[in-house]
DNA sequence: CCATCATATTCCTTTATGGGAATATGTCAA
DNA sequence: TTGACATATTCCCATAAAGGAATATGATGG
């Protein structure tokens, strides 16, 4: 054995949002649950690609799934991606700009505080 | 032509920090400026392995080099976490537990305070 | 100038994985 | 039941990229 190839990711949430096309995925599945056919209609690509992105972003639990008869509804589940935030977090107050990192605070504050209502 | 790959990642931060090793790396050097050799003894990996994490995280500007004879220090840009941190945001008001989600604001507060002095 | 240290690069092999096409599986409606 | 619809899976190909080993390049000190 030579070469050996890096570790395998599919079970990484850090890998499931580094393809540009899972993201895409999952900023629609947050606003709304929608069914496989729906993300085809939606996005243009194929139903097999639909499938396969959404099964490993699945296994991440980055979304979830409601069968309904033969329809499958996905759905984002954004809390999976805390081990990220918190990850960036430890980067976050080297950021350059204190006065404008405090402006972003308080943009945020003020969003979560909109989500609550 | 038959199969296509995915879309060359090396220019994408979230590609680049979906490598576990370049996540080392960066926390790493968040800390201090720190050498090749610097990273070679501390992480105990081969010295080229060492170079090429670091050639793809300079790529993304993720990590930045000033040369000094023949070390060439670099220390990570954490600025260039933003564009990860701002998509997290989107997804960031859909969590669950929004009492919890003001503690870790408060919290978020606070350490950025920290690091202004 | 040259031996040595510091770093980068090249070559090679292997693995992960994305996309396409075809097909399988599952479910409903008439 | 059966045909049509919804979704998942399999097979195949092409490529990105990680790790190892060897080597090249760069810079210093003596």
């Given at each position: ?57 699945k ?13 499958h ?11 990220i ?33």
């Amino acid at each position: 054995m030579a070469g050996m190839a890096r570790i395998s990711t599919t079970s990484d949430v850090f890998s499931a949002i580094a393809e540009p096309k899972r993201r895409v995925i999952l900023e629609k599945l947050l606003v709304e649950q929608m069914s496989v056919t729906d993300l085809v209609d939606a996005l243009q690509w194929t139903q097999p690609m639909v499938s396969k992105h959404l099964k490993v972003l699945k296994e991440v639990k980055l979304v979830a799934e409601t069968k309904v008869g033969r329809f499958h509804y996905y759905r984002a589940q954004p809390d999976e991606l805390r081990p990220i935030q918190d990850w960036i977090h430890r980067f976050e107050k080297y950021w350059g700009g204190a006065l404008e990192n405090l402006d972003s605070y308080l943009t945020d504050i003020k969003s979560r505080g909109d989500a609550r209502e």
